[in-house]
């Protein structure tokens, strides 16, 4: 998890937890956005080739419901609507994802998700693996 401050570049960042036997890493720990720079780039990283879906999601505050950025299916891009202008979605889901979002703005405060799961578990609706970052962004 790490918190991004945007005014004052404050970044506390903790390693979260494997919910499964996959492994994935979510980066960077530290994040650091000066105002002027005003772009967050994420990427969400795992080992296993059986795992060609990948997800990117949002949660505004603690609670809240969490809503999907948009998938990866292998090298394909689908993203949500509402993400489209500024929330960028890259990479080939047998090995890693990358958010970029751009245009950095206070309303962009959130944790995201970053997720996997193999064609086998789509029947199934399981994630295999759900990892977060909080972003804070404050003026």
Known sequence: MAK??????IIISLN???????????TPEHLFISPEQRKANLSC???DTNYNY??????KAA???IQLIGMLQYGAVTPEEKFKSRFNISGHAKADAFLLISS?????SAVYFCAARSLH???????????????????
């Open 4 to 9: 991004v401050i945007i005014s004052g570049v």
């Open 16 to 26: 979260a937890s494997s919910i499964s036997s996959l492994n994935i890493q979510q």
């Open 45 to 47: 990283r795992h080992g």
């Open 54 to 59: 990948m997800y990117w999601y949002q949660q």
């Open 63 to 65: 609670g809240d419901h």
């Open 104 to 108: 950095v703005t206070p309303e962009d």
């Open 121 to 139: 578990e789509i029947c199934d609706r399981r994630i295999q693996e759900l990892q977060k970052k909080e972003f804070l962004i404050l003026n």
